[in-house]
């Protein structure tokens, strides 16, 4: 499976340099679908303020601070943990096809990186698992917010159907809005 599901990143076109990168907020959450570029976590349904990530980090690059081609809707989470990480060193150069970052806003991240049947992210080239250590997706619990994703789905599917819904059906209603309460809290208690 895709990282994002059935969802495509894409940056409109035509973006002329920024004022100010923090301007781009609305631009980032319509194209990102509100989804974290790298997790794929959704802000709308956890409630979270995303940040922007510069995907060449500023001090790497500060010509590129206000380039809408370089910012990624980002969790805090990812965020924080890419930071100034920048492997090849080389501002010009996201990856050496080793080591490095891929923008997640483009189809070669999904050359890279999948997530499996839990739900976890893993890199599927060497490369794809040196961006899951960067951003330290071989221990966080990348698959827990992506089944809470999926449970909203779900209810929501659900949700149309309530009033045709016969006791068997309405019980199974009732018992995966638990589930999706349980695993709500369990986000919340532990983090990531
Ligand atoms: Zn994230």
Known sequence: ????????????????????????????????DNMCGYCGKNSTIMNERFHIDHFVPKSFDSDRENDY????LACPKCNLTKSNKWPTKDKTVA??????????????????????????????TPLGENVCKNLN??????DLYW???????????LEKFRDKLD??????????????????KEAFVQGE
């Open 167 to 184: 006791n068997e059906e309405l019980r199974f209603y009732v018992v995966s809005n638990q589930f999706l309460k349980k695993y709500i």
């Open 147 to 157: 089944k809470i994703q999926c449970l909203y789905q779900l209810q929501a599917e």
């Open 69 to 72: 081609y370089n910012l990624v």
């Open 1 to 32: 499976m895709r990282v994002h599901g059935d969802k495509r990143i894409q940056r409109r076109t035509g973006v002329l340099q920024l004022n100010n990168y923090k301007d781009a907020k609305p631009m980032l959450q319509e194209d990102f």
């Open 137 to 142: 997706f071989d221990v966080r619990r990348t």
């Open 95 to 124: 990856n050496d096809g080793r080591i490095g970052f891929v923008d997640p806003a483009t189809e070669e991240y999904d050359i890279h990186m999948e997530r499996d049947e839990q739900g976890y992210i893993r890199g599927i």
